[in-house]
């Protein structure tokens, strides 16, 4: 092979070049100069090809677009990525499980979970990201910034995901099934935890007393009945709660808000899970069912009601030696206490 003459030297590292304007643009990687200011915001840039995509961000203009669907894209590059998904085209390889992907950065975001390399670190506090979003998203928990917005109802979050899911609750959407029943959820976090229903698995243990729970969630508001913490402050009056659900639910009884409307009648209602008990009477469902007499009840609170006759007709049977069988079969007749 014929040696290429580069006569252009860095003057930094070994780079050689083989024209001027090369090397110039070479050695703004070692001196961070970016000559290049776009006049929409405060961003610089060391290439003017670089300027020039960037301001497509300002202006909307998506000049490359997918011959299989009707996307398009502000650069070329992210077109090709595309283009994979209609391909199936995965070309980047992991060397330690052969998992492959088709984008070269999330390799390397995947590699650091066998690296354990997180080169994000939190300027607040000591904790370390693998990815730079996961540090954004971290950061918005320092400075209270919620840039999502519910479009229904103003509500804020801290990350797109989440309003996502909350999305759903306007539109009613449950797209993550559960496999072993009918039951279907808005996210695919609380199908995790149901399925936890199934199997059985209950993988948080509380440290104090040894409890265990299917979800972390539950876990952590478990905690706060040893610690008696209560975060969450009301601004309208003195009373403090363990859970901002449980605030969010609170806080209308002073706005008078009833965001929960009954789909079959004119009722609504303050939260979820007094319009789902209300929903029972126009389905007839009753789901709570007494494991001694077979008989079903809307609210749990009625079955633990009933419940006690049993006990005390036990009681009873036992003192005037009575078939408590008999009791059992005719779950109607209870004794009357003065």
């Known amino acids: ?31 961070g100069e970016r000559p290049y200011q776009c006049n ?27 011959s299989q669907c009707d996307k398009t894209f502000s650069h070329n590059s992210s077109l090709v990525i595309h283009l994979r998904a209609h391909t199936g085209e995965k070309p980047y390889h992991c060397s330690q499980c052969g998992k492959d992907f088709s984008n070269n950065s999330h390799l390397k975001t995947h590699m650091r979970t066998h690296t354990g390399e997180k080169p994000f670190q939190c300027t607040h506090c000591d904790k370390a990201f693998s990815q730079d979003s996961s540090l954004k998203m971290h950061l918005r928990t320092h400075t209270g910034e919620k840039p999502y917005q519910c ?19 306007h539109t009613g959407d449950k797209p993550y099934q559960c496999s072993q029943c009918d039951r279907a959820f808005s996210n695919n976090s609380l199908l995790i935890s149901h ?44 009373k403090a709660f363990a859970q901002s659900g449980t605030l969010v639910s609170h806080l209308r009884t002073h706005s008078g808000e009833k965001p929960f409307q009954c789909s079959q009648c004119d009722k609504a209602f303050t939260q979820n899970s007094s319009l789902n008990i209300h929903m029972r009477r126009h389905t007839g469902e009753k789901p709570f069912q007494c494991s001694q007499c077979g008989k079903s009840f809307v609210h749990n609170s009625s079955l633990k009601s009933h419940l006690t006759l049993h006990t005390r007709d036990q009681d009873v049977n036992l003192e005037f030696g009575l078939d408590t069988k008999e009791t059992y079969e005719n779950p109607n007749r209870h004794f009357l206490f003065s």
């Open 1 to 31: 092979m014929d040696f290429v003459e580069q006569p252009y030297q860095c003057s930094y590292c070994d780079k050689g070049f083989l024209n001027n304007s090369t090397l110039t643009l070479h050695l703004r990687t070692h001196t």
């Open 40 to 66: 929409q915001c405060d961003k610089a840039f060391s290439k003017s090809n670089n300027l020039k995509t960037h301001l497509r961000i300002h202006t909307g203009d998506k000049p490359y677009q997918c």
């Open 151 to 169: 479009s229904q109802c103003g509500k804020a979050f801290a990350n797109s995901g989440h309003l996502i899911s909350h999305l759903r609750s």
């Open 195 to 238: 399925l936890n229903t199934h199997t059985g698995e209950k993988p948080f243990q509380c440290i104090h007393c040894g409890e265990f729970f299917t979800r972390n969630s539950g876990l952590k508001s478990h905690l706060k009945t040893h610690t008696g913490e209560k975060p969450y402050q009301c601004n309208q009056c003195d």
